[in-house]
């Protein structure tokens, strides 16, 4: 069956917003569509209150949900988090965690948090910066720099973290102020095996059955932090076909790309990565068989490497469909069209679009080596920040690598000088597994193999880099000892560096130059050809129709809308809603063998729960990637949900969009308070949740 004819034929591409499409930056929302639409229209308190309430987390989103700093987001966004703060003795990720009084909840060793305090446009000092007649790498340099500048100037003005933000491809950009939270600590994680029951076979599908849920709690100067604004929570959830909001920080939309671009994604990118994210699954299932603590170790890195496989596997289904490029490319042309063909407007569009389908496709060579020049370990990236650091540390602020600026650099050393364990066997075979694929796809004579493997085997080099380092250890008598050591090196610059004999330094020294040298390729000949004519592209959109379409998502605060509602597929309705029944029935089904297998409180205290209870539930958002962990409110700013997913139609949405099977999944309130009142004990937490109050 063609999942996304219905759309194709109901939806016409001259026609942007026609569904309850979108990914909206809360400067400019639908406004006159929420009142046409669904008889409703916030006010700018209503935004403001619900702007500040919202958490950008590491890959997610999250939000506040008490006055005492309580943050809600998914456990599997915490995932990383929750499997630091484990050990061998207490695994939190297989059996849960609740801290029952403030003194018990767990402090992580380099959690962040972000709150959007403020926008503005800057667009026009940007684009002022770019000289007239620069070619398009000095206009991107010129660009660039002007961005650092800003970025530097507002932190020193208002003490916040500050990022220039590209929206619409170039067309506009904006500076974001975030508050940045340092001092996080974890309150409730329930067992991974709950908050991601029926494993890969159920990701991305619906029904579904998952409390993938987990609270954290804000501190400020030793002391609950007290947010500007949080959410309310309904005890009852939300009603079926009850209008929804989701706001949160989606990572990536491809949906202003032009058809080239799209053409890229489907033919080198996705293909590209999946090979990738399939040798390295591979890898990882190897290294999990060999013990009980092996499976534990890699757990966190295996779930991240499926669930991206099987969303890129739904990206690039979307885009095999011959109708799905049909509509980009009728999109293309309308908009020409519409501006007119022969128009000043319409031969600079043309010329546009000509000049990044001839950039796409220049690059592809350089493009491949950059997918498979890897060191994939988390060491190998400490080794190479601390080369690149103290070397760019040298520069002028506005001529560094972004990650590097000024602006950057608290968030940076957090993770470079994190006392989080590390496993040096896991490192070894994930750092194994890059190797042998760079080999096998770019052969024994490319550079970047020649300088990581010096005439070693994948294996023999990745042993040779990691058994000698002193960056890394599991044991927390010795992770002291080993963020001491880089430190040292941090604080030793340049001349350190370069008398290092540490062998991850020394690997990434190696590399460096020819890691610099590709993304300087890429960023000339691409990303400035891409970011000068895009900018022509948002013009001529801007001028057919106006601020009536949103920005692609870039990993910042957005806010999509929909309604509760279930579907049909085939011929079999798919109902809004499950409930604690329904996941039982489904470990009967399998007889709880694995991944349907559940922890023993959930048998043994079955009894005390209302089976009817709802557990999931679907609405008609638009999401994508990096909105895990978004709260669902309804039109009072209540929390009726918490996003976790979408179902496997909805993946093609990164492109194109459609309601008629794809939905957002989310956990429901009532069920997330049932759950942890009876089956947890932690009632005290449920208490604080449902407490009178928010704003």
Same mark, same amino acid.
């Given at each position: 069956?063609?999942?996304?004819?219905?759309?194709?034929?109901a939806?016409?591409?001259?026609?942007? @917003?026609?569904?309850?499409?979108?990914m909206?930056?809360?400067?400019?929302?639908?406004?006159?569509?929420?009142?046409?639409?669904?008889?409703f229209?916030?006010?700018k308190?209503? !935004?403001? #209150?619900?702007?500040?309430?919202?958490?950008?987390?590491?890959?997610?989103?999250?939000? !506040?949900?008490?006055?005492d700093?309580?943050?809600?987001?998914n456990?599997?966004v915490g995932?990383?988090?929750?499997?630091?703060?484990?050990?061998?003795?207490?695994?939190?990720?297989?059996?849960?965690?609740?801290?029952?009084?403030?003194?018990?909840?767990?402090?992580?060793p380099?959690?962040?948090?972000?709150?959007?305090e403020?926008?503005?446009?800057? =667009?026009?000092?940007v684009q002022?910066?770019?000289?007239?007649?620069?070619?398009?790498?000095?206009?991107?340099?010129?660009?660039?720099?002007e961005?650092?500048?800003?970025?530097?100037?507002?932190?020193?003005k208002?003490?916040?973290?500050?990022?220039?933000?590209?929206?619409?491809?170039?067309?506009?950009?904006?500076?974001?102020?975030?508050?940045?939270?340092?001092?996080?600590?974890?309150?409730?994680?329930?067992?991974?095996?709950?908050?991601?029951?029926?494993?890969?076979?159920?990701?991305?599908?619906?029904?579904?059955?998952?409390?993938?849920?987990?609270?954290? #709690?804000v501190?400020?100067? @030793?002391?609950?932090?007290?947010?500007?604004?949080?959410?309310?929570?309904?005890?009852?959830g939300?009603?079926?076909?009850?209008?929804?909001?989701?706001?949160?920080n989606?990572?990536? =939309?491809?949906?202003?790309?032009?058809?080239?671009?799209?053409?890229?994604?489907?033919?080198?990118?996705?293909?590209? =990565?999946?090979?990738y994210?399939?040798?390295?699954?591979?890898?990882?299932?190897a290294?999990?068989?060999?013990? *009980?603590?092996?499976?534990?170790?890699?757990? &966190? &890195?295996?779930?991240s490497? *499926?669930?991206?496989?099987?969303?890129?596997?739904?990206?690039?289904?979307g885009l *095999?469909?011959?109708?799905?490029?049909?509509r980009?490319?009728?999109?293309?042309?309308?908009?020409?069209?519409?501006?007119? +063909?022969?128009?000043k407007?319409?031969? +600079?569009?043309?010329k546009?679009?000509?000049?990044?389908?001839?950039?796409?496709?220049?690059?592809?060579?350089?493009a491949?080596?950059?997918?498979?020049?890897?060191?994939?370990?988390?060491?190998?990236g400490?080794?190479?920040?601390?080369?690149?650091?103290?070397?760019?540390?040298?520069?002028?602020?506005e001529?560094?690598?972004?990650?590097?600026?000024?602006?950057?650099?608290?968030?940076?050393?957090?993770?470079?000088?994190?006392?989080?364990?590390?496993?040096? &066997?896991?490192e070894?075979?994930?750092?194994?597994?890059?190797?042998?694929?760079?080999?096998?796809?770019?052969?024994?004579?490319?550079?970047?193999?020649?300088?990581?493997?010096?005439?070693?085997?994948?294996?023999?080099?990745?042993?040779?880099?990691?058994?000698?380092?002193?960056?890394?250890?599991?044991?927390?008598?010795q992770?002291?000892?080993?963020?001491?050591?880089?430190?040292?090196?941090a604080d030793?610059?340049?001349?350190?560096?370069?008398?290092?004999?540490?062998?991850?330094?020394?690997?990434? #020294?190696?590399?460096?130059?020819i890691?610099?040298?590709?993304?300087?390729?890429?960023?000339?000949?691409?990303?400035?050809?891409?970011?000068?004519?895009?900018? =022509?592209?948002?013009?001529?959109?801007?001028?057919?129709?106006?601020?009536?379409?949103?920005?692609?998502?870039?990993?910042t605060?957005?806010?999509?809308?929909?309604?509760?509602?279930?579907?049909?597929?085939?011929?079999?309705?798919?109902?809004y809603?499950?409930?604690?029944?329904?996941?039982y029935?489904?470990?009967?089904?399998f007889?709880?063998?694995?991944?349907?297998?559940?922890?023993?409180r959930?048998?043994?205290?079955?009894?005390?729960?209302?089976?009817?209870?709802?557990?999931? !539930?679907?609405?008609?958002?638009?999401?994508?990637?990096?909105?895990?962990?978004?709260?669902?409110?309804?039109?009072?700013?209540?929390?009726?949900?918490?996003?976790? &997913? @979408?179902?496997i139609?909805?993946?093609?949405n990164?492109?194109v969009?459609d309601?008629?099977?794809?939905?957002?999944?989310a956990?429901?309130?009532?069920?997330?308070?049932?759950?942890?009142?009876?089956?947890?004990?932690?009632?005290?937490?449920?208490?604080?949740?449902?407490?009178? @109050?928010?704003?």
């Amino acid at each position: 069956m063609n999942l996304l004819l219905p759309f194709l034929l109901a939806a016409s591409p001259s026609a942007p @917003g026609v569904l309850d499409d979108g990914m909206w930056t809360f400067d400019n929302p639908p406004l006159e569509k929420f009142a046409k639409d669904h008889g409703f229209k916030p006010d700018k308190d209503w !935004f403001d #209150r619900v702007r500040l309430a919202c958490v950008r987390f590491p890959g997610g989103s999250g939000s !506040f949900v008490s006055a005492d700093g309580l943050v809600m987001t998914n456990h599997h966004v915490g995932f990383d988090t929750i499997q630091k703060l484990s050990t061998k003795e207490k695994d939190l990720v297989k059996n849960g965690f609740y801290a029952p009084t403030r003194e018990d909840e767990l402090k992580p060793p380099d959690l962040e948090l972000r709150v959007l305090e403020s926008t503005e446009d800057v =667009t026009k000092r940007v684009q002022a910066a770019v000289k007239e007649g620069a070619s398009p790498k000095e206009a991107n340099d010129q660009r660039k720099a002007e961005m650092a500048r800003i970025e530097k100037e507002e932190k020193e003005k208002t003490g916040l973290e500050c990022s220039v933000v590209n929206l619409y491809q170039g067309g506009l950009f904006h500076v974001y102020r975030y508050k940045v939270h340092s001092d996080v600590r974890l309150v409730f994680a329930p067992e991974q095996q709950v908050a991601f029951y029926g494993g890969d076979p159920d990701n991305f599908t619906y029904p579904r059955y998952d409390l993938d849920c987990a609270f954290f #709690r804000v501190y400020e100067d @030793g002391k609950p932090y007290r947010p500007k604004s949080w959410f309310r929570w309904s005890a009852s959830g939300p009603k079926d076909g009850e209008l929804v909001f989701v706001s949160g920080n989606p990572g990536s =939309t491809g949906r202003l790309m032009t058809l080239a671009q799209i053409e890229y994604d489907r033919d080198i990118l996705l293909p590209q =990565t999946l090979k990738y994210g399939h040798g390295m699954r591979a890898a990882l299932k190897a290294y999990s068989a060999r013990g *009980e603590q092996e499976e534990r170790q890699a757990k &966190d &890195d295996l779930f991240s490497v *499926e669930n991206g496989i099987k969303a890129r596997t739904g990206y690039l289904g979307g885009l *095999e469909n011959p109708q799905v490029m049909a509509r980009k490319k009728a999109e293309e042309e309308q908009l020409l069209s519409t501006l007119g +063909a022969d128009s000043k407007e319409g031969v +600079a569009l043309s010329k546009a679009i000509s000049a990044i389908a001839a950039a796409r496709k220049g690059i592809i060579p350089t493009a491949t080596r950059m997918r498979y020049s890897r060191a994939d370990a988390f060491l190998a990236g400490v080794a190479l920040n601390l080369v690149r650091m103290t070397a760019e540390l040298e520069k002028k602020n506005e001529d560094r690598l972004p990650e590097y600026r000024d602006t950057a650099l608290d968030s940076l050393k957090r993770q470079i000088f994190s006392a989080r364990p590390v496993y040096l &066997d896991l490192e070894e075979a994930k750092l194994t597994e890059s190797f042998r694929q760079g080999l096998k796809e770019l052969g024994p004579d490319d550079p970047f193999v020649k300088a990581a493997l010096g005439g070693k085997t994948p294996a023999e080099a990745a042993k040779a880099a990691l058994r000698g380092t002193k960056l890394g250890a599991a044991e927390k008598d010795q992770i002291e000892a080993a963020v001491a050591e880089r430190k040292r090196l941090a604080d030793g610059g340049t001349k350190a560096i370069a008398e290092s004999t540490d062998p991850m330094i020394v690997l990434a #020294r190696t590399v460096d130059p020819i890691l610099r040298g590709l993304r300087k390729k890429t960023e000339d000949e691409l990303e400035s050809v891409e970011t000068l004519n895009a900018e =022509t592209i948002s013009k001529a959109r801007f001028a057919a129709y106006g601020r009536s379409i949103w920005p692609d998502a870039t990993f910042t605060l957005r806010l999509s809308y929909g309604v509760v509602k279930g579907y049909e597929e085939d011929t079999t309705l798919v109902p809004y809603k499950t409930t604690f029944a329904g996941l039982y029935e489904r470990h009967a089904a399998f007889d709880g063998k694995p991944p349907f297998d559940l922890p023993a409180r959930w048998i043994e205290r079955r009894d005390r729960l209302n089976l009817a209870t709802p557990l999931n !539930f679907v609405c008609t958002a638009d999401i994508i990637g990096g909105n895990s962990g978004s709260p669902v409110i309804n039109k009072d700013a209540e929390i009726v949900g918490l996003i976790f &997913d @979408g179902n496997i139609q909805s993946l093609p949405n990164r492109y194109v969009y459609d309601d008629v099977m794809a939905r957002a999944v989310a956990v429901h309130s009532a069920g997330m308070v049932e759950a942890m009142k009876k089956l947890f004990d932690a009632g005290a937490l449920a208490e604080e949740l449902t407490a009178v @109050g928010g704003r």
